[in-house]
């Protein structure tokens, strides 16, 4: 089992520009889920997936944060315009059917915003 | 709502001596409790958890923790700490009686172990 995979591991940009994250969640995972992690911050939640669809996204923090499902085994995360304050690593997990499963999480994208 | 707490930003253990990373939460309903470690540069892997059952959980590399209900704590042990074990270790929880489909899990601070040689 590959695990969850998220592209790229490491992201530069420029302020104001689009900023797109991948993940792709384990094989029959149901669920998926996008955190963020800072030193400030900690480990956050930004928004999660049931069967493709968006359940919570209370945590995203702006309109400039957004996040798409289209299958079972891609989800993306984008920044647009993004900011330096966006600097922090995402990570993306995902969960089996089950009630009480718990969470697998891939490698994080480190992301820099200059 | 659901919260953790650790106490301890850093645990420092001489290699070959007991550890123990501190965790309590609140949560209005039943509680499910997770322990995550994370390596420099690496994602969150999972260790354990409690559900139901046995207040000592076992997991992996030779962790456990222990439920305590009256204290609302879930602290993490290990007889003998080595060296490897040298980590930030993260407590997470989701409240068991959320509706249906709901798997929000709250995350703790971290701890960052220390395992001296």
């Known amino acids: ?114 | 709502a659901q919260s953790v707490a650790q106490p301890e930003d850093q645990v420092n253990v001489a290699e070959g001596n007991p550890l123990t990373v501190k965790c309590t939460y609140s949560v209005s309903g039943n509680p499910y409790l997770f322990w995550y470690v994370q390596y420099p540069n690496r994602g969150l892997q999972f260790l354990l958890k409690y559900i139901t059952g046995d207040n000592l959980v076992k997991g992996s590399y030779g962790f456990e923790a222990e439920f305590n209900k009256s204290q609302t704590s879930f602290h993490l042990k290990k007889p003998s700490a080595l060296v490897s074990d040298s980590a930030l270790y993260f407590c997470a929880v989701r409240d068991g009686d959320s509706g249906a489909g709901s798997y929000q899990l709250t995350f703790g601070k971290g701890t960052k172990l220390s395992v001296i040689p």
């Open chain 1, 1 to 114: 089992d590959a695990g969850v995979i998220q592209s790229p591991r490491h992201e530069v940009t420029e302020m104001g520009q689009e900023v797109t994250l991948r993940c792709k969640p384990i094989s029959g995972h149901d669920y998926l889920f996008w955190y963020r992690q800072t030193m400030m911050r900690g480990l956050e939640l930004l928004i999660y997936f049931n069967n493709n669809v968006p359940i919570d996204d209370s945590g995203m923090p702006e309109d400039r944060f957004s996040a798409k499902m289209p299958n079972a085994s891609f989800s993306t995360l984008k920044i647009q315009p993004s900011e330096p304050r966006d600097s922090a690593v995402y990570f993306c997990a995902s969960k089996s059917p089950g009630t009480y499963n718990e969470q697998f999480f891939g490698p994080g994208t480190r992301l820099t915003v200059l």
